[in-house]
Structures are given as structure tokens and as C-alpha cells.
């Protein structure tokens, strides 16, 4: 039962994280949402590595890809901020609509 | 007593998680988010893994505390001195949000799991460590390479004028074009 418990665990922070990065403007509250759902797959690797094959390490391997992926996410966020926030004032995303044409 | 402290800290994850989103104060999302992940690095750490739950622990306060200085920087009203509401669509993002976990949970409460294939090692630590030094090598290297590709390429974005636009596009030009004369080379 207890690995049921940690993936409704892992679910609601992805549920959670999902809704920030939907309705968010801001790019910096956008990463926060991703942020959450990437610890959902925190949860849901290191429960998986411990209540199904523990005897094999890749659960413990994927949650280092998704504390890295954590890592590379934030910092290539905080460059594009700051890169458009230089090109044209703006940290949210509505704004920088017109990136599309 | 275990239960206890997963049913707690859980509680306390998704709440905090909740909170992010929530409060009127960009110090205070980066702070709600800081203590969800560490409520997360505890259950974790229930979970016989020492060395994942402490490096989530100490790389996230050091990655919420430079998010926080950004966050200062660039956003309004960072203390909460007033309502702030930068949202779009937030129903429609409230309801897909909603029917994700809805689904998930059906998906985690139905599924019939298999039951534990094995017994969990002596030392958790060293079973990774050896699997990444070992048979996920390929892992290992692709995440080396990922980061490394990562601090070029943050560099490039965030830099204001490197060399290329200083001596341009083929590095030929004699003296840089600097909007502000002097400096080295003048």
C-alpha cells in the first residue's frame, strides 16, 4: 500500500506543477511549476526503485537525472530571462507573444 | 511511526506545493517551494536513500536561494505588499490539472503492481555509484555532457556583448566596437 501512497504523492505535486506552468505569465513561475513536476518524478522513481526492484539501481538512476534535469532547467530559465528580459524588458510570457511571427 | 512521518511530510509537500502558486509574495512562492522539496527529500530519505535525500536537500536550498535573488530582480512586488495575480486561463489550467491527477489516481488505485522483486542492498549509495561508474556509464557521460552544454549555452544567453559582437562575426576586427571608448586595447 505504501507505494500506492507515495505515486498519489508523486501525482498530486505533477497535478500541482502542471497547473502552475498552465496558468502561469510569469517565465520564472512557469520554471516553479516545472520544478514541481520534476519532483513528482523524484518521488515516483525513488518509490518505484524501493517497493518493486531494489536489487536493481535504476530507479536511483533515474531520480539522478531528474535532480540534474532540475538543475539544467533552472539554469537555462534564468538565462532566457534574463536574455529577454535585455532584448525587450519583459519576464512574462504574454508579452513576448510575438516571438511566434 | 514511518507513516506518521510520510503522511506528514506528504501533507506538507503537496500543501507548500499549493502555496507557490497561491501567495502574494514572489519571496514567499520561492520559500513554499524550498519547503516542498525539502518535505519531499524526507520521504525520500524514508526510503533507505541517504546520499539522494541529502544532495535534494542541500542542492535545493542552494538553487531556491539564487531562484529567490532572481526573482527579486526581476519580478514585481517581491515582498507582498500588495495582491499580484499574473495568471491566464486559470480555470481551464485548474481543470486539466485536476482531471491529470484524477486520472493518475485511478491509474495508481487500479493497476494491480507486482509485488517487491528482490532485497534493497546493504548500501544504497554504493549500488548507484557503482551503476553509474559501471553498467550506466552512458548515463553518467550524457549528463556531463548535458551540464557542460548547459554552461556554454547559459553563457551565451546571458552575456550582454561577448567577442562576436565586440570584434565581429569572423574575430577580425582590429579594435572592438565598444559603445564607450577606452579600456584595454584603446
Known sequence: MMLQLFLLLAAALLAIGLYGALSQQSIVMIMMGIELMVNAVIVAGAASWWFLSPHRPDGQVLVVVAITVMAVEMAMGFAVTTAIFRARDVDMTDMAADLKK | ?186
Open chain 2, 1 to 186: 511511526m514511518q507513516l506518521v512521518v510520510f503522511v506528514v511530510c506528504a501533507v506538507g509537500a503537496v500543501a507548500a506545493g499549493a502555496a507557490v502558486f497561491w501567495v502574494d509574495s514572489m519571496a514567499r512562492a520561492t520559500f513554499a517551494l524550498l519547503a516542498s522539496f525539502l518535505f519531499v527529500a524526507v520521504d525520500v530519505l524514508l526510503l533507505d536513500l541517504a546520499y539522494l535525500g541529502v544532495l535534494i536537500i542541500l542542492m535545493m536550498i542552494m538553487e531556491m536561494v539564487v531562484m529567490a535573488v532572481f526573482m527579486i530582480m526581476y519580478m514585481m512586488n517581491p515582498a507582498g505588499l500588495m495582491p499580484m495575480s499574473m495568471v491566464h486561463n486559470r480555470r481551464g489550467s485548474l481543470a486539466i490539472a485536476v482531471g491529470t491527477f484524477l486520472v493518475l489516481a485511478a491509474g495508481i488505485l487500479l493497476i494491480h503492481w507486482p509485488t517487491r522483486r528482490g532485497a534493497p542492498p546493504a548500501e544504497p549509495t554504493r549500488q548507484l555509484g557503482e551503476a553509474l561508474m559501471g553498467s550506466k556509464m552512458l548515463v553518467m557521460m550524457v549528463l556531463g555532457l548535458a551540464l557542460f552544454a548547459t554552461m556554454v549555452a547559459t553563457v551565451v544567453l546571458a552575456q550582454h556583448r561577448g567577442r562576436y559582437h565586440r570584434y565581429g562575426d569572423e574575430l577580425d576586427r582590429r579594435a572592438p566596437d565598444d559603445p564607450i571608448r577606452g579600456g584595454v586595447g584603446r
